[in-house]
DNA sequence: GAATTTAATTTGCACCTCGAATTAAATAGC
DNA sequence: GCTATTTAATTCGAGGTGCAAATTAAATTC
């Protein structure tokens, strides 16, 4: 239990309007009061620290109301840009991925790698990162002494409280403390956190759950990947570990237990094609999905059939976890959905035959197809969210 | 996002040291002040007002210390056991049990009733179930005037915050505003609660989980059910829904959709002897597992296959369970586990086999054989956590 | 230019927690 | 049996927080 102070309280309430401005894009401080159920003085208190702080600015024009209305006018504020910046990435197997945004999400600049990482030991990692997001600071025309955070979002059971990568398909070791080594070597706090929490918490802030404080989303990728939003939170599970659905188990076969990364991965679905020269060549290139999409429009049976049961096999999981957790919204993401219409079409029959009757309708399944960018965006969101909730320097006594 | 304001503040510390009394028995200031980290000062107040409210007492002996230590002694408190009175419930196919409790959540009377209700219209249950909690009550020697709180535990898909019954295997009618009706038919604030969710709350105060705050446990019935403990609070999923674990998918199966209910439901394991008479006698009076028992000790094979069957289903589903939340420990409980050593062998064969490397030794499994009553007290914990929580009368400014 | 209307700030108050000082209640030593 | 010592608990004053009411600010209307 939480020990409440008025520290606490105040911290509670900066976050909550301050969010409120990030979110309702311009906004009066009346209407922050209406949404946030404080009064107008707390409220007034409030915006004039984040004023001072310079986390907030303000707008003379802009009332979208009716012209004409009497009365003074109502000031409107908005998030500063410019209050800080931070990075964020997508690290895969194949590429990697990276942002530079302001205070507000806003991308400026952003650096593709393809480098097949996979299996490289921790410190040419390390090595690649690093220069990936130097580079993409360079490229923003700042330098790393301006950036306020990092976020790095990979695949993997990542322990977010202290930054431990407990497994990963991308790293030999296990148990590493990789936040501590890029901390300092960017000399930058580094936050690292599983990729499916980072889209998660972007499609929150710029993407399809804007309007929502529960949600689910479903990465897939080459590792399966799940993301709850809880009360517009993360829930990162008990232990704080993020959650690796690819080992979930979908039954057992002929040759022992079944799971889903086995029927759903990218690897069991493309493995179906290791005969082939050029195929192979280009999943080493970390282009298989874009293959295998072509291939599959050519009407390759063996693919066809790899897909179906891929899409099969998500549908039932998918409606597993609407069964425990009830929400409004399913957002699927991921290279995956590349597969196109067999993958799918399969994974809603599944689903539908699946969902058990007394939840039939209260979720609703989305699909995107958002690119890496959004990925490294929500990392960003992930670094900015942290920036949001921390107190700042200024909120101390008044002056 | 709740708007924080010092009647919050003080409810949550107020909450925090109440709960501490209660957990840590007859407890002085000085160690209540180490518990929570609240100073001296603010324990002392708080601890005054809930002893004007009368819902902690005094006790001057007991400070269990080394004797002869210097310096005052410490004042030990502990919670009142007269400051209010609840019902809880068990609410069965077969059965029904209440208890009264106190509001240390010490049983003072007890009730079973061996009736079948499965499947009654609405005012027949409702019949039954306001004559077992005035029956119990006056068992106690007490009035429903005296009750504060009454907490219906039963089986199925169940609205906390409204009350709401989505579905349940003991009612024909779905959507029921059952936490309403039986609050007018009693006069007392009633709360319907899933079964799953009670017991959970039980074990956290009473049973098998009072030292952890995550926790996940797993109910075997007639139906399949799930509490989840995030944070010392029950999880009640995204719409507040409890989870039904019965409606979980293994798999395809030749037939279609196999679901959890369909190998280890109690019907599904007793379903296979649907052809002797005495035993179909036995499942109408609620005593099947009972019945199974000896059966399987009496090497009915096809009992046995049943009850192997039944195990592995419920094994994977744990081990997919710890995947999606990795809980320190695991706690199953209900009438299922009766089917003793063949059940649970392939329960524990199965998990061992199904719970991926990477979380091997994090979840502890834990069987409980607690009898009905335990339930009951489970639901009276959900009642009385509401009571603990909510403000009281004499909160208000100091005289 | 005065009246009206609405926004935002200032003022005064009640409440909360906390550190320091004070009071309370026991033991230890002589 | 008295005082010194030790520890527990309360009291006091300061600083922070939010809110309602009163006040000031800035526009439109007539």
């Known amino acids: 239990m939480k020990t409440a102070d008025p520290e606490l309280m105040r911290a509670m309430n900066r976050l909550s309007v301050l969010d409120t401005i990030r ?17 107008t003085t707390t409220v007034s208190a409030i915006t004039g620290s984040l004023l001072d702080d310079g986390l907030i600015l303000t707008r003379h024009e802009g ?30 197997a194949s590429r990697m991925v990276f942002v530079v945004t302001n205070f507000r999400g806003d991308v400026l600049s952003q650096l593709a790698l393809p480098i097949r990482i996979d299996r490289q ?19 923003a025309g700042l330098s790393l002494e301006d950036v306020d955070s990092v976020c790095l979002g990979l695949p993997g059971v990542i322990e977010h409280r202290t930054g431990h990568i407990r497994s990963s398909p991308i ?18 706090p580094t936050i690292v956190e599983s990729d499916a929490h980072a889209i998660t918490l972007g499609h929150h802030w710029f993407g399809k759950a804007r309007d929502l404080e529960d949600m689910v989303l479903i990465s897939l990728e080459q ?46 679905i493309l493995g179906e094609q290791q005969t082939d020269g050029r195929f192979a060549e280009a999943v080493r ?4 999905m874009t293959h295998v999409q072509a291939l599959i429009q050519a009407d390759d049976d063996r693919l066809i059939g790899a897909a179906v049961r891929a899409g099969e096999a998500v549908g039932l999981t998918i409606a597993n976890i609407v069964t425990l957790f009830a929400p409004p919204r399913v957002i699927l993401v991921g290279s995956s959905l590349a597969l196109g219409e067999p993958f799918l079409n399969s994974l809603r029959d599944a689903y539908a035959l699946a969902i058990p ?16 960018d959004f990925w490294a965006q929500g990392a960003a969101a992930v670094a900015l969210y942290e920036l949001y909730e921390s107190p700042w320097s200024t909120t101390g006594p008044a002056l």
């Open 223 to 268: 590792t399966l990947g799940l993301g709850v939003l809880h009360g517009n939170r993360l829930f990162r599970g008990a232990g704080g570990l993020s959650h690796n659905l690819g080992d979930l188990v979908l039954g057992m076969g002929p040759q022992g237990i079944v799971r889903l990364s086995s029927q759903a991965g990218e690897s069991a």
């Open 63 to 92: 009332d979208i109301r009716n012209e004409a209305v009497r009365g003074r006018p109502r000031v409107m504020l908005e998030v500063n840009p410019d209050a800080a910046r931070v990075v964020g990435a997508k690290i895969a």
């Open 285 to 288: 290139l970390g282009r298989g």
């Open 171 to 188: 790293f030999r070791e296990i148990n590493i403390d990789f936040a501590a080594e890029m901390s300092t070597r960017l000399s930058t």
């Open 23 to 39: 979110r309702r894009g311009p906004i009066s401080r009346v209407e922050i009061s209406e949404r946030t159920e404080l009064s």
């Open 357 to 372: 009757p007394s939840l039939k309708g209260v979720s609703e399944l989305v699909f995107d197809d958002s690119t890496d």
């Open 121 to 139: 030991p921790i410190a040419v990692i390390a090595d690649l990162v690093e220069d990936g997001v130097r580079r993409c600071v360079v490229d």
